[in-house]
Nanobody
Framework: QVQLVESGGGLVQAGGSLRLSCAAS????????VGWFRQAPGKEREFVVV????????YYADSVKGRFTISRDNAKNTVYLEMNSLNFEDTAVYYC?????????????????WGQGTQVTVSS
């Protein structure tokens, strides 16, 4: 069992930056693939990025490639999402999720554990 708690969201101006954190409980967190998803108002939740258990493999959605960076510190049971050059389209609730699967895990149904989400609002 893994419990996930996101933090770091907030209000930021376009062009600004935020760093989200996903803190996990559970001894085996380091063995999980972790993904970030987001859901904008009136839209379906979408995949943002995924990182392997070791942190060595990362896959980004095209919409955030070059602007967002995912990393993890397994000693701290935490995954980070550094978001730069934010724009209005990045406004959403951001969720982290943990999966037993390996590789390019982008489907929501492949993730067994989810956090409650953190709101990111980008103002123009």
């Amino acid at each position: 069992q893994v419990q996930l708690v996101e933090s770091g969201g907030g209000l930021v101006q376009a062009g600004g930056s935020l760093r989200l954190s996903c803190a996990a409980s559970g001894r085996t967190f380091s063995s999980y693939t972790v993904g970030w998803f987001r859901q904008a108002p009136g839209k379906e939740r979408e995949f943002v990025v995924v990182i392997s258990w070791s942190g060595g493999t990362k896959y980004y959605a095209d919409s955030v490639k070059g602007r967002f960076t995912i990393s993890r510190d397994n000693a701290k049971n935490t995954v980070y999402l550094e978001m730069n050059s934010l724009n209005f389209e990045d406004t959403a609730v951001y969720y982290c999720a943990a999966s037993h699967k390996i590789g390019y895990v982008r489907a929501e149904y492949d993730y067994a554990y989810w956090g409650q989400g953190t709101q990111v609002t980008v103002s123009s």
